[in-house]
């Protein structure tokens, strides 16, 4: 089975500076067509589903504020917010595709709050 | 823009059968697949599995052996039945699209909870 791992499994950061959290997987991530790795980042606030941030490692989902990034291929990935605002306190999941079988694993979850 | 709306029993006993239905309104099924996802304390997010608007499915090894998914094209909506349910099975449980192996547009989530 692939396993994703998220580091920190929690993290306190000042509001206005910069947040990082990692996710590794036990296998390369599965690359599309378009050599795109399947890699998405979502985040999810209490009593809510979650939200996808970013899809292909890098790509930011429609409407999604510009200070969530997103970097890495193969094994490793990164999900930053480059100045963190209040509402951005929240739990954040990474999630990878793989294909044989077809299934997707998410990470444990990396809980961000305000220092 | 495309919205999820999940609804199913919400209290089980053990051995019962779990059954989720989750509605597509302003999209059609087609085109995409369409997954299923629960997420408990214990274990956090964990697909379930996914089917395509012509029922084609695959499904998370761990629980391929109690599920069904089943779509229904007529009403816009899809299905999970998971047989034999016990405390493990606890959980709230998610509907959502997916987009490029990712899941863009989820529903509002449904708590299962399973307790003799």
């Known amino acids: 089975d692939i396993v994703m791992t998220q580091s920190p499994d929690s993290l306190a950061v000042s509001l206005g500076e910069r947040a990082t959290i990692n996710c590794k997987s036990s296998?390369?991530?599965?690359?599309?067509?378009?050599?795109?790795?399947?890699l998405a980042w979502y985040q999810q606030k209490p009593g809510q589903p979650p939200k996808l941030l970013i899809y292909?490692?890098?790509t930011r989902e429609s409407g999604v504020p510009d200070r969530f990034s997103g970097s890495g291929s193969g094994t490793d990935f990164t999900l930053t917010i480059s100045s963190l605002q209040a509402e951005d306190v929240a739990v954040y999941y990474c999630q990878q595709y793989y294909g044989t079988p077809r299934m997707y694993t998410f990470g444990q979850g990396t809980k961000l709050e305000i220092k | 823009q495309v919205q999820l709306q999940q609804w199913g029993a919400g209290l089980l006993k053990p051995s019962e059968t779990l059954s989720l239905t989750c509605a597509v309104y302003?999209?059609?099924?087609?085109?995409?697949?369409w997954s299923w996802m629960r997420q408990s304390p214990g274990k956090g997010l964990e697909w379930i599995g996914e089917i395509n608007h012509s029922g084609g499915t695959n499904y998370n090894p761990s629980l391929k052996s109690r599920l069904t998914m089943s779509v229904d094209t007529s009403k816009n909506q899809f299905s999970l039945n998971l047989s034999f349910v016990n405390a493990a099975d606890t959980a709230v449980y998610y509907c959502?699209?997916?987009?490029?192996?990712?899941?863009?547009?989820w529903g509002q989530g449904t708590a299962v909870a399973v307790s003799s």
């Open positions: 296998q390369t991530v599965l690359y599309s067509s378009n050599n795109n790795p399947y």
């Open positions: 292909w490692a890098s």
């Open positions: 959502a699209r997916v987009r490029l192996k990712a899941m863009d547009v």
């Open positions: 302003g999209g059609s099924l087609t085109g995409h697949y």
